[in-house]
C-alpha cells in the first residue's frame, strides 16, 4: 500500500514484537525458542521488524544458538524506520540475519536499524548483523543505509524530552544534515565489524551501503564491511535515487567551508561504504561490490570523507560521461579527509562528465599533517580506468589538497580536456609528491584532445620527485610527460619523463614537451630528466617544453640535475629545440645539460 507523508492514520511505535521495547522490557529467545520472525507492518515513526522503539534500559537477546532472522516488509510514512528496530537506545543487541524484501520510510532508514542511538556504547553479540535477500530493498528520501541509516552514540539519553528531538534534522534549502543538540555525544567508540549488506537502496541524499550517515563527534569505525556480493553483483547491493523530496541534493559549498569553489553544485553523498563520513569516521578494508547510480559526489567508498579510509577495494564500475555526473570517485566523490591504500579492483572503471578520479573526484585542501585532504598511495597498485570530458585523474580529477605516491601508480585515464596520471588539474592549493625518500611512479596512459600530463592535466602549484613512466597523448593541444601545461605558479622540481613507450609523449597537433607542454609565465621547470622521446606530429616539440614563457632550470645546482638524454625529439614546425622549441621574451633556460643521445629531428 502507498503512504503518504501524512500517515495516513498509521500510528507510530510499530514493532513485530514490541511497538515499544520499553524501561526494563524484555525480549529473548533462549534455547526452547526459534529465533525466527516474519511480520508485514505499516506505521509512521519508529518501526521495526522486532521493536519500532528500544530503550536504553530494555533488553533484546538471543541464546537459542541459532541466529535470529527477521523476513517480511517494513512500511513506514515517517522517520526511524528499520528491518529489526526503527529506534535503537540500546547498547546491546544480538546478531541477526535480516531478509526483508522492503524497508520504506521517509528518513532514517536501515535495512536493520533506522536510528542507531545506543547510550555509552554499543555491542553487537554472537557475530555481526547481515542483510541477505534477492531483490530487497531499502527506501527513502534521505539518510539510508543497508545496515544503519544515521547513528550516533549517546553520552545519555536526556530525561523530559521527546524522541523526535534526538534525531537529526535536515535543511529543506541546503540538503545539509544536523546533529541533534538535545544530547551530548559519548567519547567512546562505536566498531562494526564484519556486517554485510546485500539490500538495495533507492534514496536521494546520505545513502550508503552499510551507514547511511554518522553523527559529526561519533567515533565510528567500519571494519571488514562488505556490501553486494560477487554473486548477482549488479542487482545487490546497489544504490540508486529515488527522486523524492530531496531530489536536488545536498549543497557542496554549505559542507566545504572555504576549502573549495563548487559554485551551485548539489550531490547525493552516496557510497558504497557509507554516505557521508564524518571526521570521526574509519573505513578498514571494506569491500564494495554495488553499484553507485548517483550522479554528483558519489563514491566506491563514501559520497563524501571527512574520515580516514585505509585499504579495501571498489569492486563495481561507477558512473556515465553523460551531462551533470560529477565529482565522482572510485573511493570517494569528495575527499576532505585521509585516504591512504584504498583503490578500485582492477578492470573497474569509474566514469563521468566532469572531475572524476580514480580514488576522488575532487581531493579537498587541508592540513596533510592533520591527515585532511590527503590521499596516500602505497606500493604498486591501479586505479583501474578513468574517463571524463573534463579533468580527469589517475587519483583525483582535481587537487586541491595533497597526494602522496610511493611505488608504482598504473592507471588509464581519457579525457576531452585535462587528463593526468594522477590528477587532471593540480590547483594552486595542490601538492603532488614522492614520498619521503621515494619516488613515485606513474604508468599505464593518459589521453585528451587538450591538456594531457603524465602526473597532471595542468598545475598551478607543486609536483616533485615523481615519475613518469605513461604514454602521453594529446590530439589537439598540450601533451607533457609531467603537466600538459604548468601555469603560473606552478613549480615542477626533481621529476622525470622516463616511458619505455615508443610513442611516450606524443601531439598529434599543437605542443609537445617531455616535461611540460608549455611553461607559462611565473611558472618553474627544475631538477628534471627527460629520458624518453617527444613528438608533435603536427606543431611545436621540446624535450623539456615546447614553449617557455618562465624558468627552466635551477639556479644554483649543478647543470647535470637538469638533463636531456636518451630520446627524440620531433616536430614539425619552424623551431624544434633540445630544451624548448620557443624561448618567449622574459623566458629564462639556465643549467640544462644536453646530455648523450639526445636527438633533435624535424619530420615532414
Same mark, same amino acid.
Given at each position: 500500500?502507498?503512504?503518504?507523508s501524512?500517515?495516513?492514520?498509521?500510528?507510530?511505535y510499530?514493532?513485530?514484537?514490541?511497538?515499544?521495547?520499553?524501561?526494563?522490557g524484555?525480549?529473548?529467545w533462549d534455547?526452547?525458542?526459534t529465533p525466527?520472525?516474519?511480520a508485514?507492518?505499516y506505521?509512521?515513526?519508529?518501526v521495526?521488524g522486532?521493536?519500532?522503539?528500544?530503550?536504553?534500559?530494555?533488553?533484546?537477546?538471543?541464546?537459542?544458538?541459532?541466529?535470529?532472522?527477521?523476513?517480511?516488509?517494513?512500511v513506514?510514512?515517517?522517520k526511524?524506520?528499520?528491518?529489526?528496530?526503527g529506534?535503537?537506545?540500546?547498547?546491546?543487541?544480538?546478531?541477526a540475519?535480516?531478509?526483508?524484501?522492503?524497508?520504506a520510510g521517509?528518513?532514517?532508514?536501515?535495512g536493520?536499524?533506522?536510528?542507531?542511538?545506543?547510550?555509552?556504547g554499543?555491542?553487537?553479540?554472537?557475530?555481526a548483523?547481515?542483510?541477505d535477500?534477492?531483490?530487497g530493498?531499502?527506501?527513502?528520501?534521505?539518510?539510508a543505509g543497508g545496515i544503519i541509516?544515521?547513528?550516533?552514540?549517546?553520552?545519555a539519553?536526556?530525561?523530559?524530552g521527546?524522541?523526535e528531538?534526538?534525531?537529526p534534522?535536515?535543511d529543506?534549502?541546503?540538503?545539509?544534515?544536523?546533529?541533534s543538540?538535545d544530547?551530548?555525544?559519548?567519547?567512546?567508540?562505536i566498531?562494526?565489524?564484519?556486517f554485510?549488506?546485500?539490500l538495495n537502496?533507492?534514496?536521494?541524499?546520505y545513502v550508503?551501503?552499510?551507514?547511511?550517515?554518522?553523527?559529526a563527534?561519533?567515533?565510528?569505525?567500519i571494519?571488514?564491511?562488505?556490501?553486494g556480493?560477487t554473486?548477482?553483483?549488479?542487482?545487490?547491493?546497489?544504490?540508486?535515487?529515488?527522486?523524492?523530496?530531496?531530489?536536488?541534493?545536498?549543497?557542496?559549498?554549505?559542507l566545504a567551508?572555504?576549502?573549495?569553489?563548487?559554485?551551485?553544485?548539489?550531490?547525493?553523498?552516496?557510497?558504497?561504504i557509507?554516505?557521508?563520513?564524518t571526521?570521526n569516521?574509519t573505513?578498514?578494508?571494506?569491500?564494495?561490490?554495488?553499484?553507485?547510480a548517483?550522479?554528483?559526489?558519489?563514491g566506491?567508498?563514501?559520497g563524501?570523507n571527512?574520515?580516514?579510509?585505509t585499504?579495501?577495494?571498489?569492486?563495481a564500475?561507477?558512473g556515465?560521461r553523460?551531462t551533470?555526473?560529477?565529482?565522482?570517485?572510485?573511493v570517494?566523490?569528495v575527499?576532505g579527509?585521509?585516504?591512504?591504500?584504498?583503490?578500485?579492483a582492477?578492470?573497474?572503471?569509474?566514469?563521468?562528465?566532469?572531475?572524476?578520479g580514480g580514488?576522488?573526484?575532487?581531493?579537498?585542501g587541508?592540513?596533510?599533517a592533520?591527515?585532511?585532504?590527503l590521499?596516500?598511495c602505497?606500493e604498486n597498485?591501479s586505479?583501474?580506468t578513468?574517463?571524463a570530458?573534463?579533468?580527469?585523474?589517475g587519483?583525483a580529477?582535481?587537487?586541491?589538497g595533497?597526494?602522496?605516491?610511493?611505488?608504482q601508480?598504473?592507471?588509464?585515464?581519457t579525457?576531452t580536456?585535462y587528463?593526468g596520471?594522477?590528477?587532471?588539474?593540480n590547483?594552486?592549493?595542490?601538492?603532488?609528491?614522492?614520498?619521503?625518500n621515494?619516488?613515485g611512479?606513474?604508468?599505464?596512459?593518459v589521453t585528451?584532445?587538450?591538456?594531457a600530463?603524465?602526473?597532471?592535466?595542468t598545475?598551478? %602549484?607543486e +609536483?616533485t620527485? &615523481?615519475?613518469?613512466? !605513461?604514454? /602521453?597523448?594529446a590530439?589537439?593541444?598540450y @601533451? =607533457? $610527460?609531467?603537466a600538459?601545461?604548468n601555469d603560473?605558479?606552478?613549480t615542477i622540481?626533481?621529476?622525470?619523463h622516463?616511458?619505455?613507450?615508443?610513442?611516450?609523449?606524443?601531439?598529434?597537433?599543437g605542443?609537445?614537451?617531455g616535461?611540460?607542454g608549455?611553461?607559462?609565465?611565473? %611558472?618553474? +621547470?627544475?631538477? &628534471?630528466?627527460v629520458? !624518453?622521446? /617527444?613528438?608533435?606530429?603536427?606543431?611545436t @616539440? =621540446? $624535450?623539456v617544453t615546447?614553449t617557455?614563457f618562465?624558468?627552466?632550470g635551477q639556479?644554483?645546482?649543478?647543470?647535470?640535475s637538469s638533463?636531456?638524454s636518451?630520446?627524440t625529439?620531433t616536430?614539425?614546425?619552424?623551431s624544434?629545440?633540445a630544451?624548448?622549441?620557443y624561448?618567449? %621574451?622574459?623566458?629564462t633556460i639556465?643549467?640544462?645539460?644536453?646530455?648523450e643521445?639526445?636527438?633533435?629531428?624535424?619530420?615532414?
Amino acid at each position: 500500500k502507498e503512504l503518504s507523508s501524512s500517515a495516513g492514520g498509521y500510528a507510530d511505535y510499530v514493532g513485530g514484537i514490541a511497538g515499544c521495547n520499553g524501561k526494563n522490557g524484555v525480549v529473548t529467545w533462549d534455547k526452547s525458542g526459534t529465533p525466527t520472525l516474519g511480520a508485514i507492518l505499516y506505521g509512521n515513526n519508529n518501526v521495526g521488524g522486532v521493536a519500532g522503539y528500544n530503550d536504553e534500559n530494555a533488553k533484546i537477546s538471543n541464546t537459542s544458538g541459532q541466529n535470529l532472522t527477521i523476513s517480511g516488509q517494513i512500511v513506514a510514512a515517517g522517520k526511524a524506520v528499520g528491518g529489526m528496530i526503527g529506534l535503537n537506545c540500546s547498547s546491546t543487541l544480538p546478531s541477526a540475519t535480516v531478509k526483508v524484501s522492503r524497508v520504506a520510510g521517509q528518513q532514517l532508514v536501515g535495512g536493520v536499524i533506522g536510528a542507531n542511538l545506543p547510550v555509552g556504547g554499543f555491542t553487537v553479540t554472537g557475530g555481526a548483523f547481515i542483510t541477505d535477500v534477492a531483490s530487497g530493498r531499502v527506501e527513502a528520501d534521505a539518510v539510508a543505509g543497508g545496515i544503519i541509516g544515521y547513528n550516533r552514540l549517546l553520552a545519555a539519553k536526556p530525561t523530559g524530552g521527546t524522541l523526535e528531538a534526538l534525531l537529526p534534522t535536515i535543511d529543506e534549502s541546503t540538503g545539509v544534515l544536523t546533529d541533534s543538540t538535545d544530547a551530548n555525544t559519548a567519547d567512546g567508540t562505536i566498531t562494526l565489524t564484519d556486517f554485510k549488506n546485500e539490500l538495495n537502496l533507492q534514496a536521494d541524499i546520505y545513502v550508503g551501503g552499510i551507514v547511511g550517515a554518522n553523527d559529526a563527534d561519533t567515533k565510528l569505525t567500519i571494519r571488514n564491511a562488505t556490501n553486494g556480493a560477487t554473486q548477482n553483483a549488479l542487482s545487490v547491493g546497489g544504490l540508486n535515487p529515488s527522486n523524492g523530496a530531496f531530489k536536488n541534493g545536498v549543497s557542496l559549498n554549505a559542507l566545504a567551508d572555504g576549502r573549495y569553489d563548487f559554485g551551485t553544485a548539489c550531490g547525493a553523498l552516496a557510497g558504497g561504504i557509507i554516505g557521508y563520513a564524518t571526521p570521526n569516521t574509519t573505513l578498514e578494508n571494506c569491500t564494495n561490490y554495488g553499484t553507485v547510480a548517483h550522479k554528483c559526489a558519489a563514491g566506491g567508498f563514501a559520497g563524501w570523507n571527512e574520515g580516514t579510509i585505509t585499504g579495501g577495494s571498489m569492486a563495481a564500475s561507477l558512473g556515465n560521461r553523460e551531462t551533470g555526473y560529477t565529482y565522482l570517485g572510485g573511493v570517494a566523490g569528495v575527499n576532505g579527509g585521509l585516504i591512504q591504500s584504498a583503490y578500485p579492483a582492477e578492470g573497474c572503471a569509474v566514469r563521468g562528465d566532469s572531475y572524476v578520479g580514480g580514488i576522488a573526484g575532487v581531493n579537498l585542501g587541508g592540513d596533510a599533517a592533520a591527515s585532511k585532504g590527503l590521499i596516500i598511495c602505497t606500493e604498486n597498485n591501479s586505479t583501474g580506468t578513468v574517463e571524463a570530458n573534463q579533468y580527469a585523474g589517475g587519483v583525483a580529477g582535481a587537487n586541491v589538497g595533497n597526494i602522496s605516491l610511493s611505488g608504482q601508480l598504473q592507471s588509464s585515464v581519457t579525457a576531452t580536456g585535462y587528463a593526468g596520471g594522477v590528477a587532471g588539474i593540480n590547483t594552486d592549493k595542490g601538492s603532488i609528491y614522492g614520498a619521503d625518500n621515494a619516488t613515485g611512479a606513474v604508468l599505464g596512459s593518459v589521453t585528451a584532445a587538450n591538456y594531457a600530463g603524465g602526473v597532471a592535466g595542468t598545475n598551478s %602549484a607543486e +609536483i616533485t620527485r &615523481v615519475e613518469n613512466r !605513461a604514454s /602521453v597523448r594529446a590530439s589537439t593541444k598540450y @601533451a =607533457g $610527460g609531467i603537466a600538459g601545461v604548468n601555469d603560473a605558479g606552478g613549480t615542477i622540481s626533481y621529476c622525470s619523463h622516463a616511458s619505455g613507450n615508443a610513442a611516450a609523449v606524443y601531439a598529434t597537433n599543437g605542443e609537445a614537451g617531455g616535461i611540460a607542454g608549455n611553461n607559462n609565465k611565473n %611558472a618553474l +621547470i627544475e631538477n &628534471v630528466q627527460v629520458k !624518453a622521446d /617527444v613528438t608533435a606530429a603536427n606543431g611545436t @616539440a =621540446g $624535450g623539456v617544453t615546447a614553449t617557455n614563457f618562465g624558468t627552466i632550470g635551477q639556479d644554483s645546482e649543478l647543470e647535470s640535475s637538469s638533463s636531456v638524454s636518451g630520446c627524440t625529439i620531433t616536430g614539425t614546425s619552424e623551431s624544434i629545440g633540445a630544451v624548448a622549441a620557443y624561448n618567449r %621574451a622574459g623566458a629564462t633556460i639556465r643549467n640544462v645539460k644536453l646530455a648523450e643521445n639526445a636527438n633533435v629531428q624535424f619530420s615532414t
